[in-house]
C-alpha cells in the first residue's frame, strides 16, 4: 500500500517537471510510511544518518513545494512546530491532550458545514480542517495506571 502511495507521489512529481532527488524521495518516503504527522525537525533527525550533508532547511524546502503540489497538508497550531500529513484522501483527527499523538479518522466530508458557515458568515469558505481533542488510549491506561 505505502509504496504504491510512493510511486504515486513520485509520478505526480515527474508529471509537475520536479526532479527526484534521493532526498526528497526520502522525505516522501518517510511521510507515507510514518502516519505520526512529523515536524520537520522529526523528519530531519530521522533521516539525517541517511544523508549527513542534508540541512534542516532542505527537510522545510522540500515539505513547503510537497505542500504547494498538494499531497502533503501542514497541520500549524499557533506554536513554532508545524506537523505534516501526507494526505491522498480527506480525513480528519483526533488528538491528545495528554502526548500529542495525532491519529487520522475518515469520516463523510462535512462539505454541508462549509455551505452553512458561508450563509451564516457571508464567508466564502475555502476548506475546512476538523480536529477533535481527548486523551488516547495509552494514557488514559497510564492514568489509570497512576491513580492505582
Not at 77 to 101: E, L
Amino acid at each position: 500500500m505505502s509504496n504504491t502511495m510512493v510511486k504515486d507521489a513520485i509520478s505526480k512529481l515527474k508529471h509537475a517537471n520536479i526532479r527526484i532527488t534521493p532526498q526528497r524521495y526520502a522525505i516522501l518516503e518517510y511521510l507515507i510510511e510514518n502516519r505520526t504527522h512529523p515536524t520537520a525537525d522529526e523528519i530531519y533527525k530521522s533521516l539525517e544518518h541517511q544523508f549527513p550533508n542534508m540541512s534542516v532547511a532542505t527537510v522545510y524546502n522540500n515539505l513547503r513545494l510537497f505542500t504547494k503540489i498538494g499531497f502533503v497538508k501542514e497541520m500549524s497550531y499557533g506554536d513554532a512546530s508545524s506537523r505534516f500529513d501526507f494526505s491522498s484522501t480527506r480525513h480528519y483527527h483526533a488528538i491528545c491532550q495528554s502526548c500529542g499523538k495525532i491519529v487520522d479518522f475518515h469520516y463523510p466530508g462535512l462539505e454541508d458545514v462549509e455551505m452553512a458557515a458561508s450563509e451564516l458568515t457571508g464567508f466564502e469558505i475555502n476548506e475546512h480542517r476538523l480536529e477533535l481533542y481527548g486523551i488516547c488510549p495509552d494514557c488514559q491506561a497510564a492514568e489509570s495506571e497512576e491513580a492505582k
